[in-house]
């Protein structure tokens, strides 16, 4: 079951009544859409939503601006976001991860079994937490510091490949 519960600021009360939320299945995922029940008008408005649905559902976030953080996600999980940091904590499978401009933040579960970590931002740091013992390889890219605490290696055949991307920011993997 899918809940959402949310406070919309606007600057004005046309602005709050038409925004709409609405949800679908895209591709074998969940994509839930927060926008403007008027075509082609974006009302000023912002707000934050907790959203709660079975974490055994494939799941995608897009968001034009603002941040998104997820928590206990046990199937495939991809975000999209222009402006806001990414905060992914306890995922169970693959991961895709974008920011244009913020940071990207992920920890996997101790029972993580996904196919590939794949986190990016244009602006901002990437930070991926491993568990112990998590058999991965890192491909990292940064005009910033690669921190790899980890201490995992560039290739490994047969392992899960993490890949992270800034362009201003630093990318640590611990």
């Known amino acids: 079951m899918l809940a959402l519960h949310g406070t919309v600021r606007a600057d004005s009360q046309a602005a709050v009544d038409a925004v ?33 649905l079975p974490a055994e559902r494939v ?62 931002t244009s602006n901002g740091n990437v930070e991926i937490a491993v568990p112990a013992g998590l058999r991965a390889s890192l491909q990292a890219s940064t005009n910033g510091i690669v921190r790899n605490e980890a201490n995992l290696p560039t290739a490994l055949a047969g392992s899960v490949p993490i890949h992270a991307t800034s362009s201003n920011g630093d990318v640590t993997v611990r």
């Open 59 to 120: 799941l995608t976030v897009e968001t034009s601006n603002g941040g998104v953080r997820v928590d206990g996600q046990r199937d495939r999980l991809t975000i999209q976001t222009s402006n806001g940091p990414i905060d992914v904590r306890n995922a169970a499978s693959t991961l895709r991860l974008r920011s244009s401009n913020g940071n990207v933040t992920a920890s996997l579960d101790r029972r993580w079994s996904g196919e590939t970590i794949d986190a990016r």
């Open 20 to 52: 709409r939320v609405w949800s679908e299945r895209r591709d074998g995922a969940t994509v839930i859409t927060i926008g403007s029940s008027e075509k082609g008008r974006w009302p000023g408005f912002g707000g934050a939503f907790d959203i709660s």
